[in-house]
């Protein structure tokens, strides 16, 4: 049976400026899996993921060549409203950013832009968004507590939340555990392996045994190019590539 595919890109080729970036990517990324995009610094990876939800698109003299299929419609269309687009994905940053205002007020934030007004609809909103990211029991007593006061760890959950207020159906995270203790690292991992049953989860990571902990799938990126991709257990325990191993075995960084 073939994988659905909730992402497909197809000769995606992104120039910064007189920079290659990307070269030639064709992938498909699966359906309510944790795929996490590989390889050393500077090698594509952040780039690739931004591609996704068109976060290139603020960055002076960058050109986007190629088709970025997103539940089949290519988001790099003329025609495609960015904000639809946008919408459909939730984004973990490296670092926290709460707003400056209370807890419920974050996870509401979202929704009210998009026209949810009812009191009631709002709070078991909320709840329920603390609850998926295991914030509720910690902050119930708090919601009308400033966010900038919760742990770092805390504030990387909260975010998490406010980006699935909106409804996304895929979560992007870059570097989402770099900024974090071992405690809130494996917190925030486990949330992953949960809400995979509802989102497709895309995620970089430059540590490689998180990779090998939580992913279904594996992209490798070396110098702006796919390597290989694959099942997570054959791309990390039994490369086909000759660089894939070097990279695996530590010889690459």
Request: proline share 4%.
């Amino acid at each position: 049976m073939t994988q659905k595919s909730h992402i497909s890109v197809e000769d995606l080729n992104v120039h910064l400026g007189n920079q290659h970036i990307l070269k030639d990517i064709n992938i498909d990324i699966p359906n309510k899996k944790v795929t996490s995009i590989i390889g050393p610094s500077g090698c594509g990876k952040t780039t690739l993921l931004k591609t996704f939800n068109r976060l290139l698109d603020n960055s002076n003299d960058v050109k986007i060549t190629g088709k970025v299929l997103v539940d089949g419609e290519n988001i790099y269309d003329p025609n495609v409203e960015v904000t639809h687009i946008r919408k459909k994905m939730g984004l973990l940053s490296q670092r926290p950013y709460p707003l400056p205002m209370s807890i419920y007020d974050n996870v509401a934030y979202g929704p009210r832009i998009h026209g949810m007004r009812k009191k009631q609809e709002l709070d078991e909103l909320v709840e329920l968004q603390l609850k998926a990211t295991g914030l509720w029991d910690e902050v119930k007593d708090r919601l009308n507590a400033s966010a900038t006061r919760l742990s770092i760890g805390q504030q990387q959950r909260l975010c998490l939340a406010r980006g699935l207020a909106v409804g996304p159906e895929i979560i992007l995270g870059d570097e989402s555990t770099s900024a974090l203790d071992p405690v809130s690292t494996h917190i925030i991992e486990d949330l992953f392996m949960q809400l995979k049953e509802k989102y497709s989860i895309i995620l970089v990571t430059h540590i490689l045994r998180q990779a090998a902990r939580i992913s279904d799938y594996i992209i490798f990126v070396y110098m702006g190019k796919i390597v290989e991709a694959g099942p997570a257990e054959e791309v990390l325990k039994n490369p086909k590539e000759e660089l894939t191993k070097q990279y695996v075995k530590g010889y690459i960084t």
